[in-house]
Every structure is written in structure tokens, then in C-alpha cells.
């Protein structure tokens, strides 16, 4: 869009606005761990986002879409959660440019958007582990997928976008010329700058929704890592799952699935006639029946056992489909509720590739604490993107799922010690219990990050419970840090 | 906010130089914890700040002075200036001497002042904030005294009994808007308050009863005892007859 000097403002909404209801619910991220209550908005347009924005009161205001960030970024206690999911339109699809792009509204889910696009022959650059985020979210949170190695993260392929600010106004960022510093601010900025309502989104082609994958299973964690070390660079997309459970000599025991997009010579004569269907299957809603202690020594024990003998010692060129390679979760609707009531936190770092010997002591402690996680996913990132909080680094990153059990903050706080050892960082979208002192030391360029923010949002309009934890609100004169 | 681990990021103490107020804190305490601590000025509060302090605690000093009811309100403001409070502790409370407290009109009503009018005051002051914040626990640390209140101690057991209530009531006003209260009924606790007095059977110490404040939060319990065998005793209690109940050694 425009790269001229002063950002193009769109015509703001006239001051009158009908109220918005907003009633004051509980809201909780993924981890369902750290609930608290805001108002949430039901926002229908651009002109709902601006009435909200202009009648929050000192609480403070924040975006939420789809809720899938494990901890409390899309919540406000006392405050307004704006709930952008209804703003849900796709705008424009420039199909004929090269690359593709798309234009569509922040509360377009991946999942809706991947389904639309697909027919095209036009797929998502970046797909996290579940497609249930919507895009204002992706951007927020710089999320990332199997193919950061080789393709970076969300906000490396958005292409200008459209943030509503502190003042009122929606304004047109993109990634060059003079809006560049909020655009990158706004990538990963968690919703603290302004309100994500659209954005512009660069695609890439596929013949069909097919992955060629190989499949190896490692016996121990060093096996895994050298494995990694050298085969990633031939496969778009690489992750592995490890078994966090078994100690000793078959520590970090793991399934190693690599592959790349098929064409429709790939594909057995069966597809072929039908290569971009894409296949959802659902295996229903979990139910809110699940104890507190669901996970348990026997449980995470089996599971892992089975997961990792249940995989091929080595396969190459099987024909998986989307749902298999990238969103086998996404099968089972709400199935966070398997932790039980208590909830439960994920705990994903990353540490340069220089400090694998930090990154097998992490390892070594969380298999070691007796906590117990199932869904564990390691990973080579590739280069970092310019955006000041963006999680991603050249490095090692590893994410465990771990129950809310007595003892946990402990675990937490010695892998924190080690990983801000390492230079490495912890993932905001994830987090739900870092403390400010932590966080700072893991962001290094985060004055870069609040100085923006103080210049767009001088009051700390746009709030959250995590940026009150984090302390990446501006203290205003009410005191609020 | 209490983070997904169940750590405060910040504590207010309200008699900050109480026991238990700061077996709580000691309990809770951690790098970059914000604690205020108010209380009278005192030597006492200044060694609270030190110990917290040498913990990694933020530590801010507010006065509190119960009986001066025109300042509470700067009390709550000072407190709350450095944002919001996660817990806040209901911690201070004179006991008096009991023979004398329900003959002397002056220490009558000093113990009403300090261990109800105050808390009261408080309590609702406490809960305007936490009802705007949305979020936070109201500790407010009750006594079986109050549970049935005896001859022996009647003075300091009707204001606990007063104060017992209005917790408990509260606590229902501000479940909607995401606030919890939780009353805490110790037995006989084994700290300064009660320096000089012969132990009664189940007695607990200050740290007993922070360690039961803190697994109430976590569990997000609202009303406890210690011991917790207490609670069966009392329920007995609470119903003896009065004839009866006049000839228990209590």
C-alpha cells in the first residue's frame, strides 16, 4: 500500500456511536490456567472497534481473537477484550500478481482462510500447530510453523496491514518506508500497539494438499539433534516429537517428520483426480469431564510409548494430508480439557545453536522433574524476522505441555535461569507465568519495542493482563504499572 | 494477577508487622515480588522491610493507623499507587485483656474499632478496587473466637464474629466480578499477639497458617481453619447447649 510519509488515515467514525454491550465474563487463555473477567465486546466492524477503543475507561482495551495464546495476552481484567472473531471477511484475492496476496479482515481464521484459498491453488505461508487462529492473532504473536527453517514466520509474509490506534484512527502499515518501525512493533506486539483489523497477506502456490514425508524415529535426543543438523536444508518443512517421559539412556527419544509439498505426479492415481480437497476429519468436542490428574505417570508413560513405537523406524515419500502432517490436534475440538480443571501451562524456549549443550540441560531437567508432558515438539528455527518481540532466532526450541502440579513454578523459574543463560527467549503466545525481570532479560531489544508504544499509545490504551504482568504497560498517572 | 503457577506478582499486608502477615509474604516471596507493607511506623516494620527486602521483594511502607478512620482511604490509595493488588491481608487486630476489655469502656471500644469498624472500613475500600481491577483475593484472617463467641474472651470474640461476617458476605458480593475473599479461622496461634498466654490444645503457628492461606489460593477455597481438624471441633461446638456449653473449659 502506501509508503508515503505520514501513514494514510482512514476517514475516523463519527463520535456517536451506539453503546456496544459488553458483558463482564471470565476469559482464559488455551492453558485455561489464569482466568480473570473482562468486558468483551462483540466487535462487527470497524466502526464497533473505534466506539469500544473511545469507551474504555483506565483498564484499558485489547484485542482477543479465537483465544488459543496459552496464557493471558487476550485478556484484560477489569478491562475491555475486543472479541474481533465476527469481523471475519475475506476482502480481496489478487491471484494474477506474483506472489499472490490476499487481503482479508483480522478475524479470519487460518483455518477458514486455508479452505477459501486452497480451490486457487494458493496456500498460507505459515501454518502453527492448529489452524484455529484467527489472522489478527498470527500476526500478533508472530507465530510460527514447521517450515520456519526455510520460510520464517507469519509476519514475514504479511505485506501491509491495518492497525485501528490509541487515537482512533486506523492506519495502513507496511514493512518498509516510514511506518516501518510500528508495522514491525505491531508484529509480535501482542495487540499493545493498536488493534490488527486487516491486513495484506503474501501467498504461495501449491499443485495440491499433499506433503511427502519421511519419517524417522532416533533413539536418543543426540541423535535427533545431529540428524536434524544435517538433513533440515532438503525439507521445507521439519519438527520433531520427542518422549519427554523416559530417562536414561533413551532420553529424548523422538519421531522425526520432514517433508515438502507434493505435486500431483506425487500423488497415487486415487488423488490425483481431486489434489487440492482438503481433508478435515473430525473426531468430535471433548467433553468438560477430564480430572485434574488425567496425565499421570501411567498415562503420559503409555502415550509416549506408543507414539514413538507406533511411528515407522524410517519411511520416506509417504503421502500425508494436511490434517496428519500439521494439525492432528485440531481433530479433537476444545482438547485442552483433558488437563482438568486446574489447567495447565506450555513451556516453549528457544536457545541459540551454539548452546545445545543448554538446550540438552533443559531437556535433561524437565524429563528428570517427574512433570510430566506428552505433547512435546522440538525444532530448528531459521533466521530471525526485524520485529522487536517476534519469539523466533536461529536456534533450538523445544515446547513441552505441562500440567498445573505443585512444584511447577520451580521447574519453570531453573529453566528460565537457563535459557536467559543461554540467550535464548521464551515465547510470549505461550506464556502465562514469566515475571517482568525475566522477560526483559530474554528480549533484548525491548526498549526499541516500548518506545514505539509510548509514542503510539501514550496512555497505555492497549492493555493486558500479560502486559501488566510483563510491565509493558506505560505507568499512567492513576498509577496503574 | 496471580501468574498460571499460582505466584502474586504483588501483596498488600494491611498490619504488616502481624506474624502471620509476614509468614505469608516470607512464603510468597520471590525475585521482583511488589510488597506493601502498612503498618504503624515502627522498628517492627522497618525489620519487616529489611527481611523482605534481603528476599528480592519490591518493599513500599504505607501507614495504617486503625482507629483513625479519616485516613484509611489514603491508606488504600497509597497502596494501590504502584497498580494493582493481587492479595491483600486483613492482618491486624488487638486481643486485649479479656476481664478487663468487658469492663473498661475505653478498651471495649478500642477493640471494636481495630478489629471490627476498621476491617470493615477496609474491606470496603479493598473491594471498590479489586471490583475495578476485576481480579485479586481479600485475605482476611478471622478466628474461631468469632465461630461461638465464649465467656472467656467475649469482647474480642463478638468483634471477630462481626468481622467473620462481613468477610463472608463479601466474599458473595464480589464473586460476579471476578474478586475472591477468603476467611481464614485460626485457633489459638502461637505468635506475639498472644505472647504470655497459656497454649490451647490444636495450636498452630504463624507459619501453619500461611501455608493453609496459601494452598486455599491455589485451590481457590474460600473459607478455611487451622487446624483443619478445627473445623469439625467447631461444628460440634457451635452446638452445645448454652447450659452445657457454659461448663466447657473454653
Same mark, same amino acid.
Given at each position: 500500500?502506501?509508503?508515503?510519509?505520514?501513514?494514510?488515515?482512514?476517514?475516523?467514525?463519527?463520535?456517536?456511536?451506539?453503546?456496544?454491550?459488553?458483558?463482564?465474563?471470565?476469559?482464559?487463555?488455551?492453558?485455561?490456567?489464569?482466568?480473570?473477567?473482562?468486558?468483551?465486546?462483540?466487535?462487527?466492524?470497524?466502526?464497533?472497534?473505534?466506539?469500544?477503543?473511545?469507551?474504555?475507561?483506565?483498564?484499558?482495551?485489547?484485542?482477543?481473537?479465537?483465544?488459543?495464546?496459552?496464557?493471558?495476552?487476550?485478556?484484560?481484567?477489569?478491562?475491555?477484550?475486543?472479541?474481533?472473531?465476527?469481523?471475519?471477511?475475506?476482502?480481496?484475492?489478487?491471484?494474477?500478481?506474483?506472489?499472490?496476496?490476499?487481503?482479508?479482515?483480522?478475524?479470519?481464521?487460518?483455518?477458514?482462510?486455508?479452505?477459501?484459498?486452497?480451490?486457487?491453488?494458493?496456500?498460507?505461508?505459515?501454518?502453527?500447530?492448529?489452524?484455529?487462529?484467527?489472522?489478527?492473532?498470527?500476526?500478533?504473536?508472530?507465530?510460527?510453523?514447521?517450515?520456519?527453517?526455510?520460510?520464517?514466520?507469519?509476519?514475514?509474509?504479511?505485506?501491509?496491514?491495518?492497525?485501528?490506534?490509541?487515537?482512533?484512527?486506523?492506519?495502513?502499515?507496511?514493512?518498509?518506508?516510514?511506518?516501518?518501525?510500528?508495522?514491525?512493533?505491531?508484529?509480535?506486539?501482542?495487540?499493545?500497539?493498536?488493534?490488527?483489523?486487516?491486513?495484506?497477506?503474501?501467498?504461495?502456490?501449491?499443485?495440491?494438499?499433499?506433503?511427502?514425508?519421511?519419517?524417522?524415529?532416533?533413539?536418543?535426543?543426540?541423535?535427533?539433534?545431529?540428524?536434524?543438523?544435517?538433513?533440515?536444508?532438503?525439507?521445507?518443512?521439519?519438527?520433531?516429537?520427542?518422549?519427554?517421559?523416559?530417562?536414561?539412556?533413551?532420553?529424548?527419544?523422538?519421531?522425526?517428520?520432514?517433508?515438502?509439498?507434493?505435486?500431483?505426479?506425487?500423488?497415487?492415481?486415487?488423488?490425483?483426480?481431486?489434489?487440492?480437497?482438503?481433508?478435515?476429519?473430525?473426531?468430535?468436542?471433548?467433553?468438560?469431564?477430564?480430572?485434574?490428574?488425567?496425565?499421570?505417570?501411567?498415562?503420559?508413560?503409555?502415550?509416549?510409548?506408543?507414539?514413538?513405537?507406533?511411528?515407522?523406524?524410517?519411511?520416506?515419500?509417504?503421502?500425508?494430508?494436511?490434517?496428519?502432517?500439521?494439525?492432528?490436534?485440531?481433530?479433537?475440538?476444545?482438547?485442552?480439557?483433558?488437563?482438568?480443571?486446574?489447567?495447565?501451562?506450555?513451556?516453549?524456549?528457544?536457545?541459540?545453536?551454539?548452546?545445545?549443550?543448554?538446550?540438552?540441560?533443559?531437556?535433561?531437567?524437565?524429563?528428570?522433574?517427574?512433570?510430566?508432558?506428552?505433547?512435546?515438539?522440538?525444532?530448528?528455527?531459521?533466521?530471525?524476522?526485524?520485529?522487536?518481540?517476534?519469539?523466533?532466532?536461529?536456534?533450538?526450541?523445544?515446547?513441552?505441555?505441562?500440567?498445573?502440579?505443585?512444584?511447577?513454578?520451580?521447574?519453570?523459574?531453573?529453566?528460565?535461569?537457563?535459557?536467559?543463560?543461554?540467550?535464548?527467549?521464551?515465547?510470549?503466545?505461550?506464556?502465562?507465568?514469566?515475571?517482568?525481570?525475566?522477560?526483559?532479560?530474554?528480549?533484548?531489544?525491548?526498549?526499541?519495542?516500548?518506545?514505539?508504544?509510548?509514542?503510539?499509545?501514550?496512555?497505555?490504551?492497549?492493555?493486558?493482563?500479560?502486559?501488566?504482568?510483563?510491565?509493558?504497560?506505560?505507568?499512567?498517572?492513576?498509577?496503574?504499572? | 494477577?496471580?501468574?498460571?503457577?499460582?505466584?502474586?506478582?504483588?501483596?498488600?499486608?494491611?498490619?504488616?508487622?502481624?506474624?502471620?502477615?509476614?509468614?505469608?509474604?516470607?512464603?510468597?516471596?520471590?525475585?521482583?515480588?511488589?510488597?506493601?507493607?502498612?503498618?504503624?511506623?515502627?522498628?517492627?516494620?522497618?525489620?519487616?522491610?529489611?527481611?523482605?527486602?534481603?528476599?528480592?521483594?519490591?518493599?513500599?511502607?504505607?501507614?495504617?493507623?486503625?482507629?483513625?478512620?479519616?485516613?484509611?482511604?489514603?491508606?488504600?490509595?497509597?497502596?494501590?499507587?504502584?497498580?494493582?493488588?493481587?492479595?491483600?491481608?486483613?492482618?491486624?487486630?488487638?486481643?486485649?485483656?479479656?476481664?478487663?476489655?468487658?469492663?473498661?469502656?475505653?478498651?471495649?471500644?478500642?477493640?471494636?474499632?481495630?478489629?471490627?469498624?476498621?476491617?470493615?472500613?477496609?474491606?470496603?475500600?479493598?473491594?471498590?478496587?479489586?471490583?475495578?481491577?476485576?481480579?485479586?483475593?481479600?485475605?482476611?484472617?478471622?478466628?474461631?473466637?468469632?465461630?461461638?463467641?465464649?465467656?472467656?474472651?467475649?469482647?474480642?470474640?463478638?468483634?471477630?464474629?462481626?468481622?467473620?461476617?462481613?468477610?463472608?458476605?463479601?466474599?458473595?458480593?464480589?464473586?460476579?466480578?471476578?474478586?475472591? @475473599?477468603?476467611?481464614?479461622?485460626?485457633?489459638?496461634? =502461637? &505468635? %506475639?499477639?498472644?505472647?504470655?498466654?497459656?497454649?490451647? #490444645? /490444636?495450636? !498452630?503457628?504463624?507459619?501453619? @497458617?500461611?501455608?493453609?492461606?496459601?494452598?486455599?489460593? =491455589? &485451590? %481457590?477455597?474460600?473459607?478455611?481453619?487451622?487446624?483443619? #481438624? /478445627?473445623? !469439625?471441633?467447631?461444628?460440634?461446638?457451635?452446638?452445645?447447649?448454652?447450659?452445657?456449653?457454659?461448663?466447657?473449659?473454653?
Amino acid at each position: 500500500m502506501s509508503d508515503a510519509a505520514v501513514p494514510a488515515i482512514k476517514p475516523s467514525m463519527p463520535e456517536e456511536q451506539p453503546m456496544i454491550p459488553q458483558p463482564l465474563v471470565e476469559l482464559h487463555g488455551w492453558g485455561r490456567a489464569s482466568g480473570t473477567m473482562s468486558h468483551l465486546a462483540q466487535i462487527d466492524s470497524v466502526a464497533d472497534a473505534v466506539s469500544a477503543l473511545r469507551k474504555s475507561d483506565d483498564r484499558g482495551v485489547v484485542p482477543r481473537g479465537l483465544g488459543r495464546s496459552y496464557g493471558d495476552a487476550a485478556q484484560n481484567a477489569g478491562g475491555t477484550a475486543l472479541d474481533l472473531t465476527k469481523m471475519n471477511r475475506i476482502l480481496s484475492l489478487d491471484a494474477s500478481s506474483e506472489p499472490a496476496t490476499v487481503t482479508i479482515q483480522a478475524g479470519v481464521s487460518l483455518d477458514l482462510l486455508m479452505r477459501a484459498l486452497l480451490p486457487f491453488g494458493l496456500w498460507v505461508p505459515v501454518l502453527p500447530g492448529t489452524r484455529q487462529v484467527t489472522v489478527g492473532g498470527a500476526i500478533a504473536a508472530d507465530v510460527h510453523g514447521k517450515n520456519h527453517h526455510t520460510q520464517g514466520s507469519f509476519g514475514n509474509h504479511v505485506r501491509s496491514l491495518d492497525l485501528l490506534m490509541a487515537d482512533g484512527e486506523v492506519r495502513t502499515l507496511t514493512a518498509d518506508g516510514d511506518t516501518r518501525e510500528l508495522f514491525w512493533a505491531t508484529i509480535g506486539g501482542m495487540g499493545l500497539t493498536g488493534a490488527i483489523l486487516g491486513a495484506t497477506v503474501a501467498l504461495q502456490r501449491t499443485e495440491t494438499a499433499y506433503f511427502l514425508v519421511d519419517t524417522d524415529r532416533t533413539a536418543d535426543i543426540d541423535e535427533l539433534m545431529e540428524r536434524m543438523s544435517q538433513g533440515d536444508e532438503n525439507y521445507t518443512y521439519s519438527v520433531a516429537w520427542f518422549d519427554a517421559v523416559t530417562r536414561g539412556r533413551h532420553m529424548g527419544r523422538a519421531v522425526l517428520t520432514r517433508g515438502n509439498k507434493a505435486a500431483v505426479a506425487d500423488l497415487p492415481v486415487k488423488l490425483r483426480r481431486d489434489p487440492l480437497k482438503f481433508v478435515a476429519p473430525s473426531l468430535g468436542t471433548l467433553p468438560e469431564i477430564f480430572p485434574n490428574r488425567m496425565i499421570n505417570k501411567a498415562t503420559a508413560k503409555a502415550f509416549s510409548t506408543a507414539w514413538y513405537f507406533k511411528a515407522p523406524k524410517h519411511r520416506t515419500g509417504e503421502v500425508q494430508n494436511i490434517t496428519q502432517f500439521f494439525h492432528p490436534l485440531d481433530m479433537v475440538a476444545e482438547w485442552n480439557r483433558v488437563y482438568g480443571p486446574h489447567g495447565f501451562l506450555q513451556y516453549q524456549f528457544v536457545v541459540p545453536f551454539e548452546e545445545a549443550e543448554a538446550f540438552r540441560r533443559c531437556l535433561e531437567m524437565i524429563v528428570n522433574s517427574g512433570h510430566l508432558s506428552c505433547l512435546n515438539v522440538l525444532k530448528r528455527f531459521g533466521p530471525g524476522n526485524p520485529a522487536p518481540l517476534s519469539f523466533p532466532m536461529p536456534g533450538w526450541t523445544l515446547t513441552v505441555d505441562l500440567p498445573i502440579e505443585e512444584g511447577l513454578d520451580k521447574l519453570c523459574d531453573t529453566l528460565d535461569t537457563e535459557v536467559v543463560g543461554a540467550g535464548g527467549r521464551v515465547y510470549l503466545a505461550k506464556d502465562s507465568r514469566l515475571s517482568a525481570p525475566t522477560f526483559r532479560k530474554m528480549y533484548p531489544r525491548l526498549d526499541e519495542f516500548l518506545a514505539v508504544r509510548r509514542e503510539v499509545d501514550p496512555t497505555g490504551m492497549f492493555n493486558s493482563d500479560l502486559a501488566r504482568r510483563l510491565e509493558l504497560s506505560n505507568p499512567t498517572p492513576g498509577g496503574a504499572a | 494477577m496471580i501468574n498460571a503457577v499460582g505466584a502474586p506478582q504483588s501483596l498488600l499486608l494491611l498490619g504488616g508487622t502481624s506474624d502471620i502477615a509476614l509468614a505469608i509474604a516470607r512464603k510468597y516471596s520471590r525475585s521482583g515480588l511488589r510488597v506493601v507493607l502498612a503498618a504503624r511506623a515502627s522498628d517492627r516494620r522497618t525489620a519487616a522491610v529489611i527481611e523482605l527486602t534481603s528476599l528480592g521483594c519490591e518493599v513500599t511502607e504505607v501507614d495504617l493507623d486503625a482507629r483513625d478512620h479519616e485516613s484509611h482511604a489514603a491508606t488504600i490509595e497509597q497502596a494501590f499507587s504502584g497498580g494493582d493488588i493481587d492479595i491483600a491481608v486483613i492482618a491486624f487486630g488487638v486481643l486485649g485483656n479479656p476481664e478487663q476489655a468487658w469492663r473498661d469502656p475505653e478498651l471495649a471500644l478500642e477493640l471494636a474499632e481495630v478489629n471490627y469498624t476498621a476491617p470493615i472500613h477496609f474491606g470496603v475500600l479493598l473491594g471498590q478496587r479489586m471490583q475495578a481491577q476485576a481480579h485479586g483475593w481479600i485475605v482476611a484472617l478471622s478466628s474461631v473466637a468469632g465461630e461461638r463467641v465464649r465467656r472467656s474472651n467475649f469482647v474480642y470474640g463478638s468483634t471477630k464474629a462481626g468481622f467473620d461476617g462481613f468477610f463472608l458476605g463479601l466474599g458473595e458480593a464480589l464473586r460476579d466480578y471476578g474478586v475472591h @475473599v477468603l476467611v481464614v479461622r485460626p485457633g489459638f496461634v =502461637k &505468635s %506475639k499477639m498472644t505472647s504470655g498466654l497459656d497454649e490451647a #490444645p /490444636l495450636a !498452630v503457628t504463624p507459619d501453619q @497458617v500461611a501455608e493453609t492461606v496459601i494452598d486455599a489460593i =491455589k &485451590s %481457590k477455597r474460600e473459607l478455611v481453619w487451622v487446624p483443619g #481438624p /478445627l473445623r !469439625v471441633v467447631m461444628s460440634g461446638l457451635r452446638h452445645v447447649p448454652r447450659p452445657l456449653f457454659r461448663k466447657l473449659p473454653l
